[in-house]
């Protein structure tokens, strides 16, 4: 049975950091394209950052560019999101989400965690 559960989000003040944490079992892990989604209140789903099953590719979008990593120890089938820099705007419940045979992103057919609320105050 596979499991994906995220951990490390919580509440920081404009300009702090958090860093995310994402552990999959069920599944050879780095056998999976990893991502990191968001979604406000009211708001659509967000794709926020992607990392290849070895690590050596990655996507980011506009509104992280710069102030968010994403990285990956397939050691310890965990995925890890560093968020710097932290804005009001990136308030959400934060996705981790694991899938096979794609080349860089997952999608909505992937194995997706329960996640994390993400609170940045002004």
């Known amino acids: 049975q596979v499991q994906v559960v995220e951990s490390g989000g919580g509440l920081v003040q404009a300009g702090g950091s958090l860093r995310l944490s994402c552990t999959a079992s069920?599944?050879?892990?780095?056998?999976?394209?990893m991502g990191w989604f968001r979604q406000a209140p009211g708001k659509e789903r967000e794709k926020v950052a992607c990392?290849?099953?070895?690590?050596?590719?990655?996507y980011y979008a506009d509104s992280v560019k710069g102030r968010f990593t994403i990285s990956r120890d397939n050691s310890k089938n965990t995925l890890y999101l560093q968020m710097n820099s932290l804005r009001p705007e990136d308030t959400a419940m934060y996705y981790c989400?694991?899938?096979?045979?794609?080349?860089?992103?997952?999608?909505?057919?992937?194995?997706w965690g329960q996640g994390t609320q993400v609170t940045v105050s002004s």
């Open positions: 989400v694991a899938e096979r045979f794609v080349f860089l992103c997952p999608t909505t057919s992937g194995y």
């Open positions: 069920g599944l050879t892990f780095d056998d999976y394209a």
């Open positions: 990392i290849r099953r070895s690590g050596d590719s990655t």
